[in-house]
């Protein structure tokens, strides 16, 4: 069982930034997958970022150039580092695990707004 609790989220404004995290119950050098998701209303919930492990970010097209996934292991904890944010990416936001089983944690809530 692998527990996952975000952090992070907020209310900011268009071009601002934001650091999301994700701290794992167990280490997450044994996660084979982990990544960001998000689902704006009246949306699918879609990726942001994932990475394997042992691997390179995979980010959607949306945020490339913008967004920075990373991981800590001495902490368990993977981040999403969002910065220039727009209307549009305003959505719940929530951290995937796969071990391979499926794991969620409960989402942040992240609104652009002025």
Do not use: H
């Not at 119950?25 to 699918?44: K, V």
């Not at 995979?58 to 945020?63: F, G, I, L, Q, T």
């Not at 944010?85 to 809530?109: M, S």
């Amino acid at each position: 069982q692998v527990q996952l609790v975000e952090s992070g989220g907020g209310l900011v404004q268009p071009g601002g930034s934001l650091r999301l995290s994700c701290a794992a119950s167990t280490s997450i050098t044994m996660i084979a997958r982990m990544g960001w998701y998000r689902q704006a209303p009246g949306n699918e919930r879609e990726l942001v970022a994932d990475i394997e492990r042992g691997g390179s970010p995979n980010y959607a097209e949306s945020v490339k150039g913008r967004f920075t996934l990373s991981r800590d292991s001495a902490t368990n904890t993977l981040y999403l580092e969002m910065n220039n944010l727009r209307r549009e990416d305003t959505a719940v936001y929530y951290c995937r695990a796969q071990t391979p089983r499926d794991y969620w944690g409960q989402g942040t809530q992240v609104t652009v707004s002025s």
